[in-house]
Antibody
Framework: QVQLKESGPGLVKPSETLSLTCTVSGFSLTSYHVSWVRQPPGKGLEWMGVIWGDGSTAYNSALKSRLSISRDTSKSQVFLKMSSLKTEDTATYYC????????????WGQGVMVTVSS | DTVLTQSPALAVSPGERVTISCKASESVSTRMHWYQQKPGQQPKLLIYKASNLASGVPARFSGSGSGTDFTLTIDPVEADDTATYFCQQSWNGPNTFGAGTKLELK
């Protein structure tokens, strides 16, 4: 069955770089697209960026200067790196699968909570 | 960016019909999608492209609308439907989400 699971540090210091991994199973990263979506505590959802099945990427312009998404298809993993972290980057970070090219998400990981604090 | 406006909260009784609205600041064609999120859980896709029921979702859920006005309907509402419901548009870049409507059962 389709599964996505995020992993990474729960606590990061301001100005540091966040590195998260999304490990997927039940589908191929070359056939589906994977996005990262985040949710600050008690707030709404923000789409961050996507890695397409062909390996190309697109980012939310609000985060583009700090964000990088990549993948390792042999390990079925998608990576997120975000630099220059601020306290307002504290959020639950989700990876989610897009079944086509229409930017909706049919499967989501359980999410990983990241706190940015000194 | 396209702003999606949702009512903050609704309270209904089990067995009733409830409509949750989402209004876009500009046309999104039919590229509107709906998710259900329960506390401590990830969002779950309910409706995609305005009116298409996602796999495994009960037929009590339905969606309608086009352009700027969209509706998610639950009929009849069950106790397990207590959750926050988010709309998301993917017509105008970047895709954006509404702030969510918290559905409570009386």
């Amino acid at each position: 069955q389709v599964q996505l699971k995020e992993s990474g540090p729960g606590l990061v210091k301001p100005s540091e770089t966040l590195s998260l991994t999304c490990t997927v199973s039940g589908f191929s990263l070359t056939s589906y697209h994977v996005s990262w979506v985040r949710q600050p505590p008690g707030k709404g959802l923000e789409w961050m960026g996507v890695i397409w099945g062909d390996g190309s990427t697109a980012y939310n312009s609000a985060l583009k200067s700090r964000l990088s998404i990549s993948r390792d298809t042999s390990k079925s993993q998608v990576f997120l790196k975000m630099s220059s972290l601020k306290t307002e980057d504290t959020a639950t970070y989700y990876c989610a699968r897009d079944p086509g090219i229409e930017y909706y998400f049919d499967y989501w990981g359980q999410g990983v909570m990241v706190t940015v604090s000194s | 960016d396209t702003v999606l406006t949702q009512s903050p909260a609704l309270a209904v009784s089990p067995g009733e019909r409830v409509t949750i609205s989402c209004k876009a600041s500009e046309s999104v064609s039919t590229r509107m999608h709906w998710y259900q999120q329960k506390p401590g859980q990830q969002p779950k896709l309910l409706i995609y492209k305005a009116s298409n029921l996602a796999s495994g979702v009960p037929a009590r859920f339905s969606g309608s609308g086009s352009g700027t006005d969209f509706t998610l309907t639950i009929d009849p509402v069950e106790a397990d439907d207590t959750a926050t419901y988010f709309c998301q548009q993917s017509w105008n870049g970047p895709n954006t989400f509404g702030a969510g409507t918290k559905l409570e059962l009386k």
